[in-house]
Nanobody, 124 residues
């Protein structure tokens, strides 16, 4: 079993920045793709960004390209999401997820483990 714990969410004004962190623990192997998803009230969960192992490939939602950056520190079993130029429409619960197949997939069903989520609220 793998546990994922997110941190770094909070309230920020539009145009501001936040950095989310996700720490993995438990029976983890070395090869996992990691993804950040988000879910706003009344909307479906969507992929924000994903990164493969060891970190050579990434994928971003069109809505965050140029503003968000996903990265990982394999020695620390951690993945990060740097969010800049935040907009009110970025408000959502952000989830970290891990995929044992090392595919930077967009579909929720491709991910095996999930964190509990962290709230990001961007005020206008």
């Amino acid at each position: 079993q793998v546990q994922l714990v997110e941190s770094g969410g909070g309230l920020v004004q539009a145009g501001g920045s936040l950095r989310l962190s996700c720490a993995a623990s438990g029976r983890i192997g070395s090869i996992y793709a990691m993804g950040w998803f988000r879910q706003a009230p009344g909307k479906e969960r969507e992929l924000v960004a994903a990164i493969n192992w060891p970190g050579s490939s990434t994928r971003y939602a069109d809505s965050v390209k140029g503003r968000f950056t996903i990265s990982r520190d394999n020695a620390k079993n951690s993945v990060y999401l740097q969010m800049n130029a935040l907009k009110p429409e970025d408000t959502a619960v952000y989830y970290c997820a891990a995929d044992r197949r090392n595919l930077i997939a967009t579909n929720n069903d491709e991910y095996d483990y999930w964190g509990q989520g962290t709230q990001v609220t961007v005020s206008s």
